[in-house]
């Protein structure tokens, strides 16, 4: 017989971990905690469980019972709440976690302002407004899509459709759909497929843009900026599907059409089959029975004719008519004879306007004016030089008979002083004085003596 070997008895984990519990529970108790909500997960059987988080470090949280608890409304992902809750274990994972009697808002998560701001921003601009966003083709021959080429988004979409529309051809761009980075490939798939033939693919009639449900953080990436610009962008219609019913993001109030889910988008886009047969094969019966009653009627209404008007004289009966097409022939002859003239004289009108519009016609017309012109100036330079030379002379008489020429040729003389002034009396002359005296063929020069 061994023996075993001797030291300190070992504690099993379960045993453990209820230790770490009991100390737990002794030692913190409860405590109010704030933090933000993140992947919220309601359960059938009332318990509700998400992660409380912050910027350094999450915890796991437990809320039994959650919808008769104080305060419950205000959990959803992204909001920032407070909780009332006790510290402890879950023995069975070994994982820390708080048990969460009471809830109280504590304002807003970071990812879910920025989300709000961003909606407010583009609702600012108009960006959701109905008017804006186009109807869906009926009938698409071409359906692109935007998701990831793992998982059961994609395989939903090309189930529905396969079952619904197998004529349509898809065209689809994979990309991440979540993380750091994908929402530039979501918003560049988006604009190359709404460009599609630039690339030799098949030109798309609508897009799909989606994936399956998550947290917030989850679906983040269809709530960026540059993802709704890329979708308000494209130039043909764009279903948003991403997540569950009851998510929403950005993505879902720029789109041409919100889809609760991935396959509920694809059977929005793709008319169903089956129905169109059907459709189809009504539309088929009740045609044929128009063209059944159509053609009984003219059935009944032929050989009503052959017993009134078809049994007469066949040339009597075509006599009037014919009276009839010989006046209208010979009118219609009348009328285009007229039309013909009338367009002819409207042509040589036009031939004789368009003639003397000829440069060498206007040249010519425009030379003739002028020498005109160069004419009755001359003229009229003749003349004017005519009454101006009869007029100078008529002044030159006048100042020949009033001016101081014609007293000198009567005898008078004119006397001036040094300063060149009329002498008109001897007051103020002395001896000395030089004096010029003006005659009628000269000049005397003289010096006052006394």
């Known amino acids: 017989m061994t023996s075993r ?15 770490i519990r009991g100390l737990l529970e002794a030692g913190i108790g409860e405590v109010w905690v704030e933090g933000e909500v993140s992947n919220l997960r309601k359960q059938g059987s009332g318990h509700w469980y998400f992660t409380l988080k ?16 104080a305060g419950s409304q205000a959990l959803s992902d992204g909001a920032l709440v407070r909780v009332f809750a006790e510290a402890s274990v879950y023995e069975a994972r070994g994982q820390l976690q708080i048990i969460v009697s009471k809830v109280e808002p504590a304002g807003m998560g970071d990812l879910q302002a920025r989300f709000e701001a961003l909606k407010r921003k583009l609702q600012a601009e108009g960006l959701f407004e109905s008017a804006r966003k186009r109807p869906l ?22 189930n529905v459709m396969e079952r619904r529309a197998p004529w349509i051809r898809t065209v689809l761009l994979p990309v991440r759909v979540q993380g750091k980075g994908a929402e530039m490939e979501i918003a560049r798939a988006i604009e190359r497929l709404g460009r599609a033939s630039d690339f030799g693919w098949p030109a798309c009639d609508v897009l799909i843009v989606g994936r399956g449900g998550g947290s917030l953080e989850d679906l983040w990436c269809f709530n960026e900026d540059v993802v709704a610009r890329a979708i308000i962008a494209c130039p043909v219609p764009v279903v948003s599907a991403v997540g ?20 509920a988008a694809a059977e929005l886009v793709a008319p169903d089959g089956a129905e169109l047969m059907a459709r189809l094969r009504q539309w088929r019966t009740r045609l044929e029975r128009v063209m059944a009653q159509t053609l009984r009627q003219g059935a009944d209404r032929l050989a009503g004719l052959k017993r009134g008007v078809l049994q007469r004289d066949g040339e009597k009966l075509l006599r009037e008519p014919m009276l009839q097409v010989d006046s209208l022939r010979g009118r219609l002859s009348q009328a285009a004879e007229r039309s013909l003239e009338t367009k002819a004289r409207g042509l040589e009108a036009a031939r004789t306007r368009h003639q003397s519009q000829q440069p060498a016609r206007v040249l010519e017309r425009r030379l003739e004016s002028l020498g005109h012109q160069r004419v009755r100036l001359a003229h009229a330079l003749d003349e004017r030089l005519g009454r101006d030379g009869l007029r100078l002379g008529r002044l030159r008489e006048m100042l020949r008979t009033l001016g101081p020429e014609s007293a000198f040729q009567r005898g008078f003389s004119l006397t001036l002083d040094p300063l060149g002034r009329a002498l008109r009396s001897a007051q103020g002359l002395v001896p000395g004085t030089r004096l010029l005296t003006k005659l009628s063929d000269g000049e005397v020069s003289s010096v006052v003596v006394e």
């Not at 070997?5 to 230790?19: H, I």
């Not at 912050?54 to 608890?69: H, L, P, S, T, Y």
């Not at 009938?139 to 090309?158: C, K, N």
């Not at 019913?245 to 889809?259: G, H, M, N, P, S």
């Open 137 to 158: 083709p009926a009938f698409p021959r071409v359906v692109g899509i935007v998701t990831s080429e793992t998982g059961a988004v994609i395989r939903d979409i090309l």
């Open 244 to 263: 569950h019913e009851t998510d929403f993001t950005i993505a879902d109030f720029v789109a041409d059409l919100r889809a609760p889910t991935p396959s």
């Open 5 to 19: 070997p001797s030291g300190p008895k070992a504690l099993s984990v379960t045993q453990l971990l209820r230790k």
């Open 54 to 69: 912050d910027e350094g470090a999450q915890i796991q949280c437990a809320m039994f019972g959650a919808v008769r608890k």
